[in-house]
């Protein structure tokens, strides 16, 4: 009987526990280990790039994830991106990460707005934040730009301190950052209230992290990061191939293959392979351009690079309309991004090659074309001009010839004898006029 009983109280205990587990969620939740998405971000930043930490969000959210970790590694990018970028984390109803790694990864310009809004802010050893001077469109030496650009920069120093005194980071450091370009060491920034934690690893930087309370749209957040599960996410192939099209160097090889193969294709009409992959090359250049700092008088200086070399086909100028196209082109590769930041530039090691292959490959078509039109004519009476024949019969006024298998009537200035080797030197109607060839 006893046995019995302490079984009955075994499992009256056991359905007892169950039920408050049941009847409790929250400390069922504590039992659950936490879950963190984890994705990178090594590369410029652009729209394709927030797009992609937007819907990583956005997923987390749906899917009741305790957090989102952005591992960091940019030279910058574009300030709208960044701005979006910036307002979805600043608006997140959960806690986002953003850790600067691995180590030798940087959070230049952009990035380092994108890293003080985050929840949480973290660095590996070996890596630098800062240099986030905005980046002027169009400026130069005069009035109005510099008014311009004070305004811009104005701009950026109050967005930032914005951010800074919400996430309570270092407000004069990062007005440093924007007016000053200045830039510093992971430990550096730990020093100074820029970054909340320095961290050699991502499990390293949870530990220090749990418990940590933080501030979201959805209210006061304790962090519980201990033993988290992280589940990494990739791009997918659609956003893999919109943030490679939006690399500078990408959309300008892109540019001048499309406008080549076109060209191709109209010099020689009918060949259709150059033509095709012109103009997908030419649609896939236009659209990574909308998304780049595009001066669109470089884009008009490489056009008329290629119009003069159609005009050197039509017109004689010894070469020098070719050397003004190659000219062209160059100037217009220089000036086709407006941007100091080299994010958002053509490599020199992209572009001096491709102005030399694409110099050469318009340069070998015009030639090529010049030397059609100089070629003598191989039909008609143009054709038949300087053939060599025989004469079948005296000729004077009239006589016979026979060259290319066939025999003309034929007439001279002089007498040819027979079996004299003769040369056509003029064609009239159905007749050639033949002079005698000398041994």
């Known amino acids: 009987m006893r046995k019995r009983f302490l079984k009955e109280s075994a499992l009256i205990g056991f359905l007892l526990l169950s039920a408050v587990l049941l009847w409790n969620p929250a400390l069922y939740a504590e039992t659950k280990k936490p879950v963190y998405n984890v994705?990178?971000?090594?590369?410029?930043?652009?729209?394709?790039?927030?797009?992609?930490?937007?819907?990583?969000?956005?997923?987390?959210?749906?899917?009741?994830?305790?957090?989102?970790?952005?591992?960091?590694?940019?030279?910058?990018?574009?300030?709208?991106?960044?701005?979006?970028?910036?307002?979805?984390?600043?608006?997140?109803?959960?806690?986002?990460?953003?850790?600067?790694?691995?180590s030798g990864a940087?959070?230049?310009?952009?990035?380092?707005?994108?890293?003080?809004?985050?929840?949480?802010?973290?660095?590996?050893?070996?890596?630098?934040?800062?240099?986030?001077?905005?980046?002027?469109?169009?400026?130069?030496g005069g009035g109005e730009d510099k008014t311009m650009m004070e305004k811009v920069e104005n701009d950026a120093v109050a967005y930032v301190q914005g951010i800074a005194k919400k996430r309570g980071r270092n407000e004069k450091w990062l007005e440093k950052s924007i007016r000053k370009s200045e830039s510093i060491t992971a430990e550096e920034a730990l020093k100074i209230n820029v970054i909340d934690y320095l961290a050699v690893d991502l499990n390293q930087l949870l530990e220090q992290a749990h418990g940590k309370k933080v501030e979201t749209?959805?209210?006061?957040?304790?962090?519980?990061?201990?033993?988290?599960?992280?589940?990494?996410?990739?791009?997918?192939?659609?956003?893999?191939?919109?943030?490679?099209?939006?690399?500078?160097?990408?959309?300008?090889?892109?540019?001048?293959?499309?406008?080549?193969?076109?060209?191709?294709?109209?010099?020689?009409?009918g060949v259709i392979l150059p033509g095709v992959i012109g103009g997908i090359s030419l649609i896939l250049a236009f659209f990574a351009l909308q998304t780049l700092p595009v001066n669109y008088a470089g884009i008009l200086l490489i056009l008329f690079g290629i119009i003069l070399f159609i005009a050197e086909i039509k017109i004689v100028s010894y070469g020098m309309l070719s050397i003004g196209g190659v000219v062209s082109i160059a100037m217009g590769s220089l000036l086709l991004f407006e941007s100091p930041d080299p994010a958002l530039r053509v490599s020199l090691q992209v572009m001096i090659p491709a102005v030399a292959i694409v110099s050469l490959f318009f340069m070998g078509i015009v030639a090529l074309v010049v030397k059609a039109h100089m070629r003598k004519s191989a039909t008609g009476s143009e054709g038949m001009r300087g053939e060599i024949g025989e004469a079948v019969t005296d000729i004077y006024e009239t006589g016979k010839v026979f060259f290319l298998g066939e025999y003309w009537n034929a007439f001279s200035d002089y007498l040819i004898e027979k079996g004299d080797k003769v040369k056509i030197v003029q064609v009239e109607g159905l007749k050639v006029k033949v002079e005698k060839i000398t041994p």
């Open 39 to 102: 994705i990178k971000v090594s590369a410029a930043i652009t729209p394709p790039v927030a797009e992609f930490i937007n819907e990583n969000l956005e997923e987390a959210v749906a899917e009741g994830i305790d957090g989102l970790i952005i591992l960091l590694d940019t030279p910058g990018g574009l300030d709208l991106a960044m701005r979006d970028i910036a307002k979805d984390i600043l608006n997140s109803p959960i806690p986002v990460f953003v850790y600067v790694h691995p």
């Open 106 to 140: 940087r959070a230049a310009s952009a990035g380092v707005i994108i890293t003080v809004s985050a929840h949480v802010a973290a660095m590996t050893p070996g890596t630098n934040i800062g240099a986030a001077h905005p980046v002027g469109i169009g400026i130069g």
């Open 217 to 269: 749209t959805s209210g006061e957040i304790t962090l519980r990061t201990k033993d988290a599960l992280l589940v990494e996410k990739e791009m997918g192939a659609r956003q893999r191939i919109l943030s490679a099209l939006s690399n500078p160097n990408v959309a300008y090889i892109l540019l001048l293959l499309g406008l080549a193969g076109l060209y191709f294709e109209f010099a020689h009409p």
